[in-house]
């Protein structure tokens, strides 16, 4: 790895502190699996917790639904 | 319904008093011509197709995506959404420039420009295809562009108009249309063909367990033979009509120039749909391949790498008529032999129109048939 690769790392990456023993169990855990880190491993399940938080979709404003409604309406999307 | 990518639908659509400003603006900015495969995507960026993509990609998020496939956000993205610098605006064109993209006379949009920057072309195209054979076509076309690239957001002010308008929705339409009828859950299928009963067997099989199917054809610049649009959609209108439940079954239009990416773009796509708000995505064996650049199921396997894509892919095998199991069948449900299996070939069934025959009712339902045998050709020539 270059400098100028291991500082972009750097800045896209941060460290942050698991227990030790639960390191080595996700160690032991990903040995045959595609995954060649605890890191890349607990960046999956992370990603995956998050994702699922997400809120509910934002409504819309009554005049957007309305000329919506219309539009598809008069296409016979909608009776 | 999934909240669209990035958790806000793009609206960078000028109406009203903006568009008629960006319209006289238009003729007094620096113009840049764009292709048609380039006015789909500003069409895309500004009515939240893409979202959370605003405009064309800076040298940092083009290189997140490369690299990570990922925005800087941490969010999935995986196709690049670049705007290259003609050879002669090159030197001209400097960044905080507002330049007017056009097609061919018709100004589409303004553009503020964030960035010019230089970006290694070989190395879109290798991360982008897996290759950088000239004969796969998206190595050939990032081939034919320079090597400088402006990016910034984009404001459309109008939307190349096609004969298949009304068959165009919004991500926004498509939305409130799926919750009027009532869907939770909703599976999107993208086609470039008509439909054949593999197809609808597998647009069926998936059915079974969300609310509703969202049929989303591409439609854009095609390879000479392909299906033509209107055919296309002729075929799918008449399917729909005569075999979906009325409140089960949405089609609609997704302007659009196949890149063939294989697994890269099965996930753009999935994105695509999600922002249009379905819930489920089925993707192919061979999802947006060409020639043997992939391997089979790579477009399937890719989805292992984006646990929060936050669409659900739904992988099937193919399906198949069986003439001992006397119906349409896959490979895990039925014990007979090769030999009594009727396959699906999107080329077999192009060669039966061809020699001016119909597909048998084992591979085409008889109505679609009927209705493409009608065009004089329907292919692209």
Known sequence: ?????????????????????????????????GFTSVSSYVTYVLREIVAEKEEEE???????????????RALGYID | MPRP???????????????????????????????????????SIARGVYSPIEGFLTSQELEN???????????????????NAPERQ???????????????????????IEEKYVFNREDIAKRTYGTVDSAHPGVAKIGQLGSTFFAGKISLIDALKSPYDRYKLS??????????????????????????????????????????????????RKKRGDFKDGVILEAYDTLIKNYYLKDRAVMSILPYEMKYAGPREAVHHAIIRKNFGCTHFIVGRDHAGVGNYYRPYAAQ????????????????????????????????????????????????????FES??????????????????????????
Not at chain 1, 24 to 31: A, D, G, L, T, Y
């Open chain 2, 90 to 112: 090159v030197k001209t064109i400097k960044e905080g420039d507002a330049l007017a993209l056009f097609f061919e006379a018709q100004p589409l949009a303004l553009m503020q």
């Open chain 2, 301 to 352: 396997k890719i989805f292992e790498e984006f646990p929060d894509l936050g669409i659900s892919p739904l992988f099937f095998k193919s399906f198949f008529h069986c003439r001992r199991c006397g119906g349409i069948t896959h490979e895990k449900a039925c014990p007979h032999s090769e030999k009594e299996h009727i396959t699906f070939s999107g080329t077999k069934i192009r060669a039966i």
């Open chain 2, 5 to 43: 990518h990035g958790g806000k639908l793009v609206n960078r659509v000028l109406e009203g008093k903006e568009k008629e400003r960006a319209l006289a603006e238009a003729e007094e900015l620096e113009k840049l011509q764009v292709s048609r495969d380039l006015a789909s995507d500003l069409e």
């Open chain 2, 65 to 83: 995506i490369l690299h990570r496939k990922r925005l800087s956000s941490d969010l999935p993205w995986t196709m690049p959404i670049i705007l």
């Open chain 1, 1 to 33: 790895m270059t400098e100028s690769e291991k500082t972009t790392k750097r800045k896209k990456f941060t460290t942050i502190s698991i227990p030790t023993p639960l390191f080595k169990k996700v160690k032991e855990r990903i040995k045959g699996t």
């Open chain 2, 171 to 220: 991500p926004m339409e498509t939305r409130i249309l799926f919750r009027e009828k009532g869907w939770r859950t909703v599976v999107g299928f993208q086609t470039r063909n008509p439909p054949h009963l593999g197809h609808e067997y597998v647009q069926k099989t998936a059915l079974t367990f969300v609310d509703g199917v969202f049929i989303n054809p591409v439609i854009g």
């Open chain 2, 356 to 381: 001016e025959e119909l597909p048998p009712k084992e591979l085409m339902r008889p109505e679609v048939a009927q209705i493409i045998a009608k065009h004089s050709n329907p292919f692209v020539e």
């Open chain 1, 58 to 72: 934002e409504p819309f404003t009554k005049e957007d639904e309305e000329r919506v409604k219309a539009r598809l």
